[in-house]
């Protein structure tokens, strides 16, 4: 099955600098690569997505890239400001009819004042 | 909006009690998924089903098992629960996109 390793488990940053979370998946058959955020006490929420036909996509402060040689890729927030303090997570869909997602072990992303 | 609610938020629960956490979504989705959430771990599909009736086994299923007899409602249940599954519980459901939806979850501890 497909398996997803995900780094740093801890990230401290600057209030304003970036934040880069990276992920690497095994099974070159995944096709969706979701991002999800989870605040204190609350469920994980989409923050940002992209399929494998995509290298790059952007919404505002968030970038997301997709390296599918290499199969990895990574979770890029510009300009942090205190309410990005999350964990965050990454995930994988594998090809095939299955549609469950593979986490990562999540990052604990804290943004110092 | 898409709505998913799950039964409880906080349960606690003996060993060898039988446990179902129910997930209800209003959205009419097909798909619905059971996943457990554990520190350090992230979140590991237990479950999931495609349609009524139907299920298909996640990563770690051993000590589960599932319901789906409507298409709004997904229970999960415990059959005889043991203290290593304590943990949180995410409820999601998705229709025909790819994006998963997530319930509130639920925290069971078993003692």
């Known amino acids: 099955g497909e398996n997803v390793e995900q780094h740093p488990s801890t990230l401290s940053v600057q209030e304003g600098d970036s934040a880069v979370i990276k992920c690497t998946y095994s099974d070159s058959a995944s096709n969706y690569f979701p991002w999800y955020k989870q605040e204190l006490g609350k469920r994980p929420q989409l923050i940002i997505d992209?399929?494998?036909?995509?290298g790059e996509k952007k919404d505002q402060r968030i970038a997301v890239t997709l390296n599918k040689t290499a199969k990895h890729f990574s979770l890029h927030i510009t300009e942090t400001q205190p309410e990005d303090s999350a964990v965050y997570f990454c995930?994988?869909?594998?090809?095939?009819?299955?549609?469950?997602?593979?986490f990562g072990k999540g990052t604990h992303l804290i943004i110092q004042p | 909006d898409v709505k998913v609610t799950q039964s409880s938020r906080y349960l606690v629960k003996r060993t060898g009690e039988k446990v179902f956490l129910e997930c209800v979504q209003d959205m009419d989705h097909e798909n619905m998924f059971w996943y457990r959430q554990d520190p350090g771990l992230g979140l590991r599909l237990i479950y999931f089903?495609?349609?009524?009736?139907?299920?298909e086994k996640g990563d770690i299923p051993e000590g589960y098992s599932v319901s789906r007899e409507k298409k709004e409602r997904f229970s999960l249940i415990l059959e005889s629960a043991s203290t290593n599954q304590t943990s949180m519980y995410l409820c999601?459901?998705?229709?025909?996109?790819?994006?998963?939806?997530f319930g509130p979850g639920t925290r069971l501890t078993v003692t």
């Open positions: 089903s495609y349609d009524v009736k139907m299920k």
């Open positions: 992209i399929r494998s036909n995509v």
């Open positions: 995930a994988a869909r594998s090809g095939g009819g299955a549609d469950g997602l593979t």
């Open positions: 999601a459901s998705k229709g025909l996109g790819y994006e998963q939806y």
